[in-house]
């Protein structure tokens, strides 16, 4: 497959560069960077040296596939074209994963380019729409937090077991803002970010219509009723999200893990934990940790789910879809194992 990406010289766009340049079925043909445009890939990223390309404007050759790792709303613009060609496209920004467009154009407060092709996209996650991506021709990657929450309270949305009255609290490293997200001066970002951690987005984050969007479609309710509240933590990489919903009757522990158990035992990258999941237990894989327990006290489910942000999170998510769209072993590129410590 003769692979282009969109942006190569952000941080899901590098770390989609790296995992693909170890594909055995996939090559890497043009990469394009706005600012970086006339440089060669290892002069602006040393530690991509096996992908000795030029950074173009433009995806100026043919493609197989497209990555786009754009910020949102510049994303579905540039990848247009490609979808009315019918090139496989896979969105790492947000521009297809909410299918209402003013809800989008809410969360993201910038008109959608190109409502008109939402309709066209898959939400780009197996474990719940696997079949569907199989088939299509564009995917709208989910976001890093939507990842490791859908993925904490499907089994118990699925199976009926809790009301909708669902609460995230949610924990990213720093490279979960971007690239672009960043101080400019790398002296100010760290005595900012340094032994500080920091809630936002308290108004309303991107990220929330997505997750109730999901989780309501997984029960075919109209609205999930959220409430998600994103932290930054002095951290490279790694979510942790600790979801809560109330039972709408008495179970056990066991029972609870064995719904978890009964959904997740084929899945080859999401594993159910006997104990608290760490953001290093994922660093650097493609894996995500889950962990249901019961507060009994008060009857209510609570989820800890862990992943790597710019992997399971981002590019390897990327990876994993591009492997179901062409028919590959969805596993393919995506094998290496967590770091630790």
């Not at 930054?232 to 893990?257: D, F």
């Amino acid at each position: 497959m003769k692979v282009g990406i969109i942006n190569v010289t952000g941080y899901s766009g590098s770390e989609l560069a790296r995992l693909l340049s170890r594909h055995p079925e996939a090559e890497i043909v043009s990469v394009t960077g706005r600012s970086a445009a006339g440089k060669r890939v290892p002069e602006v990223m040393p530690y991509l040296w096996n992908v000795d390309l030029p950074i173009t404007e433009n995806i100026e050759v043919s493609v197989d596939v497209v990555f786009s790792a754009l910020p949102s709303g510049a994303s579905a613009i540039a990848l247009s074209p490609f979808i009315k060609d019918e090139i496989k496209s896979i969105d790492i920004a947000a521009d297809f994963r909410i299918r209402d467009a003013a809800s989008f154009e809410k969360a993201y407060n910038v008109t959608h380019p190109v409502p008109e092709l939402l309709d066209k996209a898959v939400y780009g996650m197996p474990e719940i729409h696997r079949s569907a991506i199989k088939s299509t021709k564009l995917v709208a990657n989910p976001g890093c937090y939507p990842e490791a929450s859908i993925l904490a309270l499907a089994p118990a949305m699925i199976s009926n077991i809790v009301s909708s009255e669902i609460i995230i609290d949610a924990k990213s490293g720093i490279s979960g803002a971007g690239r672009g997200g960043l101080s400019s001066n790398l002296m100010d970002l760290y005595a900012e970010a340094n032994e500080n951690v920091i809630a936002y987005g308290l108004d309303g984050h991107g990220h929330k219509p997505e997750i109730a969007q999901e989780l309501a479609q997984l029960r075919n309710d109209k609205i999930a009723r959220v409430t998600f509240i994103p932290h930054r933590i002095p951290m490279t990489r790694g979510i942790l999200s600790t979801c809560y919903a109330p039972l709408k009757s008495p179970m056990t522990k066991g029972e609870v893990r064995d719904i978890y158990q009964d959904y997740y035992g084929n899945e080859p990258f999401v594993h159910v934990t006997n104990v608290p999941p760490q953001t290093k237990h994922t660093l650097g894989s493609n894996n995500c940790l889950i962990y249901p327990t019961i507060d009994e006290e008060t009857e209510r489910l609570v989820v800890v789910s862990c992943l790597d942000n710019l992997v399971k999170g981002a590019a390897g998510q990327a990876v994993q879809n591009m492997n179901l769209m062409f028919g590959l072993e969805e596993t393919t590129g995506l094998k290496n194992p967590s770091l630790y410590p």
